[in-house]
């Protein structure tokens, strides 16, 4: 069982950063694929990022591309998207998840992702 927690969420103005982590709690030591998506209100739950359990192979919605990087520290049981150049249409309720049945692709539907954390919220403001 894989426990996931997110971090990082706050308010901030347009052009701004912000650090989301992840951390996750495993006695099993399974590998896993993490992935980041998010939710505006009244809007369905959208992909932003994943990486693989190596951190070898990543992927990124377009619309944030250039502007987030996700990253993992596999010492630390943390994956990290940082947000920067944020736009207003960037706030939502940001998820992280865990795929631990294929740790080594990289997916972009929530439907394979077997865990997922509380959700931290992202407001940015023009």
């Known amino acids: 069982q894989v426990q996931l927690v997110e971090t990082g969420g706050g308010l901030v103005q347009a052009g701004g950063s912000l650090r989301l982590s992840c951390a996750a709690t495993?006695?099993?030591?399974?590998?896993?694929?993490g992935g980041w998506f998010r939710q505006a209100p009244g809007k369905e739950r959208e992909f932003v990022s994943a990486?693989?359990?190596?951190?070898?192979?990543?992927s990124y919605a377009d619309s944030v591309k250039g502007r987030f990087t996700i990253s993992r520290d596999n010492a630390k049981n943390t994956v990290y998207l940082q947000m920067n150049s944020l736009k207003p249409e960037d706030t939502a309720v940001y998820y992280c998840?865990?795929?631990?049945?294929?740790?080594?692709?990289?997916?972009?539907?929530?439907?394979?992702?077997?865990?997922w954390g509380q959700g931290t919220q992202v407001t940015v403001s023009s």
């Open positions: 495993d006695r099993t030591g399974s590998a896993y694929a």
């Open positions: 998840a865990a795929n631990s049945r294929f740790p080594d692709i990289v997916v972009r539907t929530g439907g394979e992702y077997n865990y």
């Open positions: 990486i693989s359990w190596s951190g070898g192979s990543t």
